[in-house]
């Protein structure tokens, strides 16, 4: 089993708060521009979680990706608790990969892999794209 994710987190001032995340350095703030809101932090975890898995699975796939880039646009409730309503993930892979490859890999990402996007509601609209230029 794996170890427990272990978050510590220091109150600076209004909604600031500093710490550490797995020993990483992290700033959060409900009420800034410069550094992310906890909401922003955990769409910033499911980009990440699924960018990883899927690069991992071209890789292994032994595809030739020369770059990959996520971008991921989440909607929120008007009304609090303000939770992800609908989540919206674009890949972009450059290189001679394989469509089908591509588009395998986030489909395993999105249902098997991702722990990040697992631990959602099961209720938000979930999409996910991707274009290949190759």
Do not use: N
């Not at 994710?5 to 220091?10: A, C, F, N, Y």
């Not at 909604?15 to 550094?35: L, Y």
């Amino acid at each position: 089993m794996d170890p427990a994710t272990e978050v510590r987190l220091d109150w600076k001032r209004g909604q600031r708060f500093e710490g550490t995340v797995g020993g990483a350095p992290i700033v959060i703030d409900g009420g800034a521009d410069e550094v992310p809101s906890p909401m922003q932090a955990v769409a910033a975890g499911i980009a990440g979680c699924m960018a990883i898995d899927v690069a991992s699975i071209l890789e292994k796939g032994r595809q030739p990706v020369e770059g990959l880039e996520v971008h991921l646009t989440a909607d929120r409730a008007q009304e609090p608790p303000r939770r992800f309503v609908a989540i919206r993930i674009h890949f972009r892979v450059v290189g001679a990969v394989e469509r089908s490859r591509v588009e395998r890999a986030i489909e395993l990402s999105r249902t098997t892999y991702c722990s990040a996007s697992q631990s959602l509601s099961k209720d938000i609209a979930f999409e996910t794209s991707y274009e290949v230029e190759g």
